[in-house]
């Protein structure tokens, strides 16, 4: 039997414990099991239990008080995930081997775990030995992508990340219930976006040729393909989240032997160009 996984990720302060916990008290009123894993060594508290903690293994603060390696936080960040990499075997123990399991691993928020190093892919790589079906989701925060600039920032950066793991990705616009009626009414562009009107509404701000030839080749490969798209997540709104976990168990088959049912119409043309762009 097949074992399921999200590998939640984003920068820090996207809302990652806070969408594991939403997840957590969602399955626990659809009577379903959902368990977490810390993988942030660097946390200081989750309102979530957990099933395994990396800080019982390896803390940032204790690598930085460590006068042989003298790290910074992000040095001492990335050498926590890289003990984590060569011990996964304390990983496998805490995890043990119930089949059918379904596990949020609560990630650590630095962009270079995701982009140009390999520890979250050696993970990846591992947790797929186990039998596991990986999903990655991406969070970016919604009050950072209310402009289009910043927008497109988030979506490079949700690139990087399904590029370098090389699985189904699924990202989302988080803390949708802290944006102001007007903002959310704003933001519905950037969830499904036209990117070459949105250059042609800034094309104004753009004032060197050089970045405008970029900004553009940028928006060309967004659009021409549909590499990225984005789906909304509101924690107050119980439809908003059974539709997101929806999409997340569609891209890894959880359930595939239960009555067969498609994410809602519009979310599944966002959903099949996401997974066109994972594919790519």
Request: proline share 4%.
């Amino acid at each position: 039997m097949p074992r399921y996984a999200q590998l939640v990720m984003g920068p820090a302060g996207s809302g990652k414990s806070t969408y594991c916990a939403t997840l957590v008290q969602h399955a626990e009123a659809i009577n379903r099991s959902v368990q977490v894993v810390n993988l942030d060594p660097a946390a200081e508290h989750f309102s979530y239990p957990v099933m395994a903690d990396i800080r019982e293994l390896i803390q940032v603060a204790d690598v930085m008080e460590d006068e042989s390696l003298r790290f910074g936080p992000n040095g001492g960040l990335v050498f926590c995930m890289e003990y984590l990499a060569n011990n996964l075997d304390w990983l496998e123990e805490n995890l043990g081997h119930v089949e059918d399991d379904y596990i949020l691993f609560d990630c650590p928020g630095q962009i270079e775990l995701y982009t140009h190093l390999p520890v979250m892919k050696q993970l990846v790589e591992q947790l797929q030995q186990w039998e596991f079906r990986v999903c990655g989701v991406f969070l970016v925060d919604s009050q950072f992508m209310v402009e289009t600039f910043k927008f497109i920032s988030g979506v490079m950066a949700a690139l990087s990340a399904m590029v370098s793991l090389e699985i189904p990705q699924v990202n989302i616009m988080t803390k949708m219930d802290l944006l102001s009626p007007k903002a959310k009414k704003e933001i519905e562009k950037y969830l499904d976006p036209d990117m070459y009107s949105m250059m042609e509404d800034n094309s104004a701000t753009i004032r060197s040729k050089k970045f405008n030839k970029l900004t553009k080749a940028i928006c060309d490969l967004i659009d021409d393909y549909s590499m990225v798209r984005f789906l909304p997540f509101d924690r107050t709104d119980e439809e908003g989240v059974n539709i997101v976990l929806q999409h997340i168990d569609f891209s890894i088959q959880y359930g595939e032997d239960l009555e067969f049912k498609e994410p809602k119409v519009w979310y599944s043309v966002i959903w099949r160009d996401v997974l066109v762009g994972a594919c790519l």
